[in-house]
């Protein structure tokens, strides 16, 4: 089905409503959904202090690029700010604060913000981390701002953020496996749940686009491909430590990532392909011809990209980070 609704805004006016009535089944309920204390030792306890040391213990035996690993995730998810400001200006969408898309906005942000919390706070008691250093990088992500290849489009922001969503539930979910493999059930359990969420919230983004290629199949194919030309780029490409340039750490990090196995190239191919099957991208027949071209590229993307990550060598470990203690 492919409507003429005349212009993007007249879309995002019928997605807006959608996404208002979807909110329950993609948000959960505030006084519901968990909070960083439930996982965390609880300062107003006698046993604080012992469960404190038995989460030194459990964090001193996870490995060095798993920490690292840990703290740009944690950097990424305390950049929020930066994420909401991006969204709010996105252009074509009712800026009214009980519309569907600032409404979601506000409640995706809240759900989000709880991941930097419960991180942050477990790296702190770690041991094992200069807070101080992670503290500058994190102001630094946030200052910096970031360019991820949308401008102020809402189908590529929604692209994006399918994307993104499905890419840090992959991050966090094998981190939690590693951890739980290093004997860290406390972290494990953790970042288990943050991925539920991302998760979640993937299920919703992708929801959302998909609406939108109901009713204005050309214009969103034309997104979705531009996107993939772009490379869908992470968050926090711009990541620095101080007295380094914009970007300079980004790439050690995600070193490490491949390493572990945690975020790889061959991930960023299969998602592409998820992407492909849940949007029905090949059975797309009703295009002009610059949506059948751009759908042909995106279903020829994947095999391409597989090639060059198989091509691709595991990155050695040289670099020492900032954040980390020992």
């Not at 200052?143 to 499905?166: C, H, K, L, V």
């Not at 919230?201 to 939108?212: G, L, P």
């Not at 070193?255 to 059975?283: C, H, N, P």
């Amino acid at each position: 089905m492919n409507i003429n609704f005349g212009s993007r805004r007249e879309v995002m006016k019928h997605i807006e409503k959608y996404m208002l009535e979807k909110m329950p089944e993609y948000l959960k309920p505030i006084d519901d959904i968990w909070q960083p204390s439930d996982f965390l030792p609880d300062a107003s306890r006698e046993d604080f202090f012992a469960k404190v040391k038995d989460l030194q213990q459990s964090a001193n035996e996870l490995s060095y690029d798993l920490v690292a690993v840990l703290i740009g995730d944690t950097i990424t998810e305390e950049a929020l700010p930066t994420y909401e400001s991006w969204l709010v200006t996105v252009d074509d969408v009712s800026k009214d604060e009980e519309g569907g898309w600032m409404k979601w906005t506000r409640h995706w942000t809240a759900e989000e913000n709880r991941h930097g919390d419960l991180l942050n706070k477990y790296l702190y008691l770690s041991g094992r981390v200069d807070m101080r250093q992670m503290e500058i990088s994190t102001q630094y992500l946030i200052a910096d701002g970031f360019d991820i290849g949308t401008g102020r489009d809402p189908y590529r922001n929604f692209i994006y953020t399918s994307f993104q969503e499905m890419a840090t539930n992959i991050s966090h979910r094998r981190v939690a496996s590693l951890a739980k493999k290093d004997g860290d059930t406390l972290l494990s359990k953790m970042c288990g749940v943050i991925a539920s969420d991302e998760a979640r919230h993937a299920k919703a983004y992708k929801d959302f686009i998909s609406r939108v290629f109901e009713v204005d199949a050309n214009e969103a194919m034309l997104a979705f491909e531009d996107m993939m030309r772009k490379k869908i780029v992470m968050p926090a490409h711009f990541l620095r430590e101080m007295g380094l340039k914009i970007g300079q750490t980004f790439g050690h990090f995600t070193d490490a990532a491949q390493r572990l196995g945690v975020y790889t190239s061959t991930d960023y191919v299969d998602i592409l392909k998820q992407l492909i099957g849940d949007w029905k991208i090949e059975s797309m027949r009703e295009l002009n011809e610059a949506g059948e071209k751009a759908r042909d590229y995106i279903l020829a993307l994947p095999d391409r990209l597989l090639r060059v990550a198989e091509r691709m060598k595991n990155p050695s470990m040289e670099y020492k980070f900032k954040w980390i203690l020992a």
